[in-house]
Nanobody, 123 residues
Framework: QVQLVESGGGLVQPGSSLRLSCTAS????????MGWFRQAPGKEREFVCK????????YYADSVKGRFTISRDNAKNTVYLQMNSLKPEDTAVYYC????????????????WGQGTQVTVSS
């Protein structure tokens, strides 16, 4: 069993930056592929980005490519989402997810989920 706890959300102005963190319980974090998803009000949850167990492979949704960066620190059991040049359309609850799978299979694999953290981008 893996438990995930997100933090770092908040209210920011357009163009600002924010860094989310997701810390996992257990001693198997370094074997997990990790990802971030988000869900805006009235919309379905959507994929944001993912990273493989070693941190050497990443993949981003087109909507965040060039603005968001996912990274991980296996010594701290933590994955990060650095969000730059934030836009109002980035407003959503952001969820961390983990899966014991490869990066390519991440989308369809069973996942552990965090409780989510709210990000609001507004002037």
């Amino acid at each position: 069993q893996v438990q995930l706890v997100e933090s770092g959300g908040g209210l920011v102005q357009p163009g600002s930056s924010l860094r989310l963190s997701c810390t996992a319980s257990g001693r198997t974090f370094s074997t997990l592929a990790m990802g971030w998803f988000r869900q805006a009000p009235g919309k379905e949850r959507e994929f944001v980005c993912k990273i493989n167990w070693s941190g050497t492979g990443t993949y981003y949704a087109d909507s965040v490519k060039g603005r968001f960066t996912i990274s991980r620190d296996n010594a701290k059991n933590t994955v990060y989402l650095q969000m730059n040049s934030l836009k109002p359309e980035d407003t959503a609850v952001y969820y961390c997810a983990a899966s014991r799978t490869t990066l390519n299979a991440f989308a369809s694999a069973d996942k552990y989920w965090g409780q989510g953290t709210q990000v609001t981008v507004s002037s």
